[in-house]
Each structure stands twice: as structure tokens, then as C-alpha cells.
């Protein structure tokens, strides 16, 4: 039995030509167990409704948790269909005969595509969310272990002020959280049952799709059949997450990529993550963050293509939506690789301090901490600002950091300039006086971590609860019909 060919609406077979450009099986080949699961919860809601005889119903399950079984042991070969679900059917048809015909009673591919996508979805977004908490932990016990080192911080990247190594890796904490967060919201997007919409309209047969919504475990029904056959938001909203969150750990990689350069010095990596040169064999190169950095723009380029896809389509479903299978099914593989990659290497990252520490020792990163020593000695900001400003100008000319400025120099641009408010260019005090909230001070950093800690504690509670797709099959395998 051939479906795809149009068969299935009484038709003559496609042109060959016609069904190759048309098919996705290549790609969506890669939906089987979520198209196995969404057809195994279908039929046994459709047994359990009376919608078809349960003796049947249990022959449908039973042909479906074979092809599961016969795919897992990687002995399952789909006939050439239009797509994965029409494959099912007709393999399904070649295996159990007759009551294959009934699988598809209240159902589109419509409804169908979108369950499975849904089901791909919330499970890689489980996974991610998952690791992602688990980076965060990671980062959190790196600032509590390595947090005691100085470093200069950057903008515009010039040296700005003296920072905390610990701060440092807050700062990637608190964007992982927001990656976290949005990976969450994502989660909640796709965590609605599709299935029962049908082709757009929903079914005149008497289908209970909250049946189906806890067979799969999603938290509730699409409220709508006509909106739900066509939108993606759900993929949408997994796609800016993940784009964004490799987007940080671009940011990140080039902190490390500049921190391990020999003009930086800060870091350096462990043979075991850098690369050599085919040519130059002292070159020692971070390849693995470069990597990471490049992968960000396919990414972006995933989440630019769905929208460009789905920005002119009217209501319903339309064959455009095919489109959608590259950008969502390269994304995971890309996502959790990347996670990976990113949790190995980190560790072979070592930060070397005195190097940290010289680069505020030579140049003006303590120059706001002195005007604002001046501030608390009853001088207006803008005041302090222009002097400081002139001392660091004078120590430029004079070739000295300005931890070498003597009394002498500075009570030469203001007498207010004295030893005790020159005191406060030591960076380790510096660092110390910070005392506002998400601020370098060890205090703020300290509640900075106890907050990664809770809230990506909570993160990675949500994304245990979310069901795999092996729970899935073990429980649909064996509900009753």
C-alpha cells in the first residue's frame, strides 16, 4: 500500500520528480519515536473512546511498539514515502494487515506533524535545560574555588575597573540564567498537546483528546484546531533560546580566546583542549572556543530561517511549514554539543593570578575608586572626576601607573588628593569596598552565587520532571486500552 502518492485521496500516483522535491522522510526520518509515541497515545485514546473496536486498537499499538523495537535494534527499514508518517502507516499496513487502516480516524498529518515536533521539542529542551543548570553549578563552584583572584574588567575593551576573578564568572552565571529561564519559558510554550485538532477544525467523531494530553504527558490542550495546525511559536521560542544562549557563550569564548593570548596572559589551556599548527609548532591554539564561536551564527541563522518561513503564511496549515524540519532538527544536535564541548573544557582552563594582577597593577583601573574617594570626602562627582582625571593624565606623561602617584604629585592637582584618599588604589581593597548589590564586593558575589545556586536549582528541578521519550514508550506500551 502507497500513501503518499496520493493514494490515500483516491488519486494517480505523483511524478517521481514531484515526490522528491516534495518529501521530507530524509529529515523528519529523525521523528520516528515521536511519531511512534504521538500514534501509540492516539489509538489507545481511540480504543478507550470507543472511536474503534479495542480489539483492533491493541493490534495498532502492539504493530507501532514493534516498529519501535525494530528501529531501536536498528533493523527497520521505511518504505520511500512522502513522509515519516505516511511511512508508519504503510509499514505498519505491511505488518499487521487490515486494522492499520484505522489509525488515522480523527486525525490529520496536520495535527500529527505538529504533536511530533512538540514531543522533539520538549524533550531536547529537558536535556538542555538540564545541562545548562549543570553549567551554571559548575561556573558557581569555579568563582568559589578561583574567585579570589583580581582582574581588570573591560569596556569598550580598554581596562575599566578592578574586578574579581569570581565576579568574572557571576557575570556568565547570571547570562546562563537567563538563557535557563528562557529555555523554561520554551519548555512551557511547547508543553500542549496538538493532537485532535485535526486538519483544522477538529473531529465529529467523539475523540477525548485530555485522554491523549496525559497518555504523552503535556500540561494541557491547544486551545485552538485552526491556530494550532499552523503556528510555530513553540519552535520559535526554542530557537531565539538556544541562538541566544549561544550567542553568551560566544561572548564567553572570546574573553577566553583574548585572556590565553600571550598580550593578555591571564589564562592559558591544557594540551588537552588546544590545537597545534600544521606549520608553526609553537602555536598552541584555541581552537575548541573558536568553534564554539562560529557555531553561534548557525544558530541565528536556524531561528532567522524559521521566522522568514512562517512571516507571510496565512491561517491554517501550508506546505511551507515543511521548512521548518532543517532549521529545528540541526538545532539540537548543534545545542548539546555545544553544551558539552563547553562543560569539558572549562576546567582546562587555568587562570594564572600575578599575570591577572598585573594588568591593574600597570595601568588606571583604580581611577573611579578615587574620585569616589573624593566624593566621600564632601567633593561633588563631576569635581572629583576632572581631577582624577588630570593625575591620571599627569602619571601618563610621566610613565606611572597611577598605584606609583606619590602625595606629593597628587595634592599638585588638588590638596584634597591625600595619602588616605591615595590609599584606596590598592586593588584588593578596591575590590573589597564594592558594596552595593551586583557589585565585585565579596559580600554581593557571594549572594550573586547563592542566587545562581537556588534559581538554577529550581531550572533543573523543572527539567527532571519532564517525561523522556523512553518513559513514554514503557507507559504507552503498556496502558490499558
Not at 514493534?66 to 499496513?93: F, I, K, Q, S
Not at 522568514?308 to 496565512?314: H, Q
Request: with cysteine; hydrophobic share 45%.
Amino acid at each position: 500500500m502507497a500513501l503518499a502518492k496520493t493514494d490515500a485521496s483516491g488519486g494517480a500516483g505523483l511524478l517521481p520528480e514531484v515526490l522528491a522535491f516534495s518529501s521530507s522522510l530524509s529529515l523528519d526520518r529523525q521523528l520516528l519515536k515521536e511519531d511512534l509515541l504521538g500514534s501509540m497515545a492516539h489509538v489507545t485514546m481511540l480504543g478507550r473512546t470507543g472511536v474503534i473496536p479495542k480489539a483492533e486498537a491493541r493490534a495498532i499499538r502492539d504493530g507501532l511498539v514493534d516498529l519501535w523495537r525494530r528501529d531501536a535494534a536498528g533493523t527497520l527499514a521505511l518504505p520511500d514515502e512522502e513522509d515519516v508518517h505516511m511511512a508508519v502507516e504503510v509499514e505498519l499496513n505491511r505488518t499487521i494487515g487490515a486494522p492499520a487502516a484505522l489509525l488515522h480516524s480523527a486525525r490529520s498529518r496536520n495535527d500529527q506533524v505538529a504533536t511530533d515536533l512538540r514531543l522533539h521539542v520538549r524533550d531536547a529542551l529537558g536535556q538542555a535545560l538540564s545541562s545548562l543548570c549543570g553549567l551554571i553549578g559548575e561556573l558557581v563552584e569555579r568563582a568559589k574555588k578561583d574567585g579570589h583572584v583580581l582582574m581588570p574588567s573591560y569596556t569598550h575593551r580598554q581596562r575599566a575597573q578592578p574586578i574579581s576573578l569570581g565576579y568574572w564568572l557571576s557575570s556568565y552565571g547570571a547570562a546562563f540564567l537567563r538563557d535557563a529561564q528562557a529555555f523554561a519559558f520554551a519548555l512551557d510554550q511547547a508543553d500542549a498537546l496538538a493532537l485532535g485538532s485535526g486538519a483544522i477544525s477538529g473531529s465529529s467523531l467523539g475523540i477525548d483528546r485530555e485522554v491523549t494530553r496525559g497518555l504523552l504527558g503535556f500540561s494541557r490542550l491547544t486551545l485552538n484546531g485552526l491556530d494550532t495546525v499552523g503556528e510555530r511559536d513553540f519552535a520559535l521560542d526554542y530557537l531565539y533560546a538556544t541562538a541566544r544562549f549561544l550567542v553568551h557563550a560566544s561572548r564567553l569564548s572570546t574573553d577566553l580566546i583574548d585572556f590565553t593570548t600571550p598580550e593578555f596572559g591571564f589564562a592559558s589551556l591544557s594540551g588537552d583542549i588546544s590545537m597545534g599548527s600544521s606549520m608553526m609548532p609553537q602555536k598552541k591554539n584555541p581552537d575548541v572556543f573558536e568553534l564554539i564561536r562560529g557555531k553561534s551564527g548557525r544558530a541565528v541563522g536556524n531561528l532567522m530561517g524559521l521566522l522568514t518561513t512562517v512571516k507571510g503564511l496565512p491561517g491554517g496549515y501550508n506546505r511551507d511549514l515543511q521548512e521548518d524540519r532543517g532549521p529545528l532538527l540541526e538545532t539540537r544536535p548543534l545545542l548539546s554539543g555545544v553544551l558539552s564541548v563547553l562543560r569539558l573544557s572549562l576546567p582546562h582552563v587555568t587562570f594564572h593570578p600575578d599575570k591577572c594582577r598585573a594588568g591593574l597593577d600597570e595601568g588606571f583601573t583604580q581611577a573611579t575608586d578615587l574620585a569616589e574617594a573624593l566624593v566621600k570626602k564632601g567633593m561633588p562627582f563631576r569635581v572629583a572626576y576632572k581631577h582624577v582625571g588630570a593625575l591620571v593624565r599627569r602619571c601618563q606623561e610621566l610613565g606611572l601607573p597611577l598605584t606609583k602617584a606619590t602625595a606629593e604629585l597628587a595634592r599638585s592637582i588638588d590638596p584634597a588628593i591625600d595619602a588616605d584618599a591615595l590609599s584606596v588604589l590598592e586593588p584588593a581593597g578596591a575590590v573589597a569596598r564594592k558594596r552595593s548589590a551586583g557589585s565585585t564586593g565579596p559580600q554581593a558575589v557571594e549572594a550573586q552565587l547563592a542566587a545562581l545556586t537556588s534559581q538554577a536549582g529550581a531550572l533543573a528541578t523543572k527539567a527532571a520532571a519532564v517525561p523522556s521519550l523512553l518513559v513514554l514508550f514503557e507507559q504507552l506500551s503498556k496502558a490499558a486500552i
